[in-house]
């Protein structure tokens, strides 16, 4: 049976208690699951698809239930503030998402599950190991994995290049959304919900306007309130423009609505790390792949290098204790942040193991000129490029193509290791 029409936290207490449910009893459902690096992009697409498709589920759909699910234990939400000023604009509690924490540790028939990925396009990790055969679904904006089947039938299968993943679900979703919002307003959908409900409209409405406010985020994020270079495509305007729509149809929302007042409140959240350990931020936004029997971890920082460096007494060593404490065979560190003239800028530092030597030079050869890389000292940071037995080579650049993020980094990364 589909989600009665209801407010999103609604949605989120019914999902996590239906979760439980279903692993005690066997029940199918479908979990709708970000990437492992959990950030907000990944949050806002998986929230929005779970909940539309919840209320609006395909007649031919494996379970009319859809379990949005953040790809981090509970803890990892300290980590990112600017969940907290989402949810708030949401009228949820942090609390309330769902993350690895509430998922069972077996489910005793794995096939009744069926995973659906926004954010990425192939699975990693130990949810790889256990639920890779049952994915049928993604909406992405990454470098085509060809991990997901072709046909996924009845969910969606678009891996298209854009600046926000949440633009792409906001597109899906719209016909679902507009047929909801249309119905409700004549359905008394507000009455008997748990909502003091006046004007049944306005109630609805206003649910409309929470969801949007937290799909609007990552897409204002990802790309710089729409203002990014490289990165903004028709589909990310296109979906801040409807957003916003439903945000100003809702007579309690419309009036203090504003678009530019909200990225700076988020933006600020999100850069907001300085209380965060050195191990912490790294941890905040981080990927890992394995290529080739080698592991590879890309952190993204949201301050400059120097900052890391001074976060420790001992920069060099702390970083090879964290490569070896996932196991990796490079790892690369790409920040963002603004220079002393007010400019937007990014640095990357790839330090590698002695098996991966050769993996790294090779990486620096072709970023050179993809990524125009120029050589960056700082204080505290040694170059090593050809590093005596036992130390780690290791470079570092101020990257002057700032269009370019991990989604282009870590792809080439991974294609040096495959040799």
Not at 28 to 45: F, P
Not at 129 to 151: L, T
Request: hydrophobic share 40%; proline share 5%; net charge negative.
């Amino acid at each position: 049976m589909a989600f009665p029409r209801n407010s999103l936290r609604a949605f989120l207490q019914y999902a996590k208690r239906s979760l439980a449910e279903a692993a005690r009893e066997d029940r199918e459902l479908n979990i709708v699951v970000g990437n492992e690096s959990a950030d907000l992009d990944s949050l806002t697409s998986s929230v929005l698809y779970a909940y539309i498709r919840s209320i609006a589920p395909p007649r031919n759909a494996f379970s009319p239930l859809y379990i949005p699910l953040l790809n981090i234990p509970e803890s990892g939400l300290r980590l990112r503030p600017e969940f907290t000023v989402v949810c708030a604009r949401a009228n949820i509690a942090p609390s309330s998402l769902i993350t690895l924490q509430d998922l069972p540790s077996q489910f005793k028939q794995p096939e009744n599950i069926r995973w659906i990925l926004m954010d990425h396009n192939k699975l990693q990790g130990s949810l790889a190991e256990r639920y890779s055969k049952y994915v049928q679904g993604v909406i992405d904006h990454h470098e085509e994995e060809n991990a997901v089947p072709q046909d996924t039938e009845p969910e969606p299968r678009i891996v298209e290049k854009c600046g926000s993943c949440t633009s792409l679900v906001a597109r899906y979703c719209r016909p679902s959304w507009d047929a909801i919002s249309s119905s409700s307003l004549y359905s008394g959908a507000a009455h008997g919900q748990g909502e003091a409900a006046i004007n049944d409209s306005a109630v609805t409405q206003g649910w409309d306007a929470q969801i949007a406010k937290l799909a609007l985020a990552s897409i204002l994020v990802d790309t710089a309130n729409l203002t990014a270079p490289g990165k903004v495509e028709a589909v990310d305007g296109e979906a801040v423009e409807y957003l916003e729509a439903r945000i100003n149809v809702s007579p309690r929302d419309a009036k203090s609505w504003n678009r530019d007042e909200y990225y700076k409140e988020m933006d600020e959240a999100k850069r907001n790390i300085d209380s965060l350990t050195f191990d912490e931020i790294l941890i905040k936004d981080y990927k890992e792949w394995t290529e080739s029997g080698a592991r590879l971890g890309v952190s993204s920082v949201v301050k400059p290098l120097q900052f890391l460096v001074n976060k420790t007494s001992a920069f060099e060593n702390d970083l090879e204790n964290f490569m070896k404490d996932h196991d990796l065979s490079i790892f690369a560190i790409m920040t963002t942040s603004t220079s002393t003239e007010g400019e937007f800028q990014r640095e990357l530092l790839v330090q590698a193991k002695g098996s991966s030597f050769a993996t790294a030079a090779k990486f620096s050869e072709q970023a050179l000129p993809e990524f125009k890389l120029t050589n960056l000292d700082v204080e505290g940071v040694s170059v090593q490029e050809k590093p005596a037995s036992g130390q780690f080579w290791r470079k570092v650049w101020l990257q002057k193509d700032v269009s370019k993020s991990r989604k282009q980094v870590a792809p080439l990364l991974r294609e040096a290791m495959k040799g």
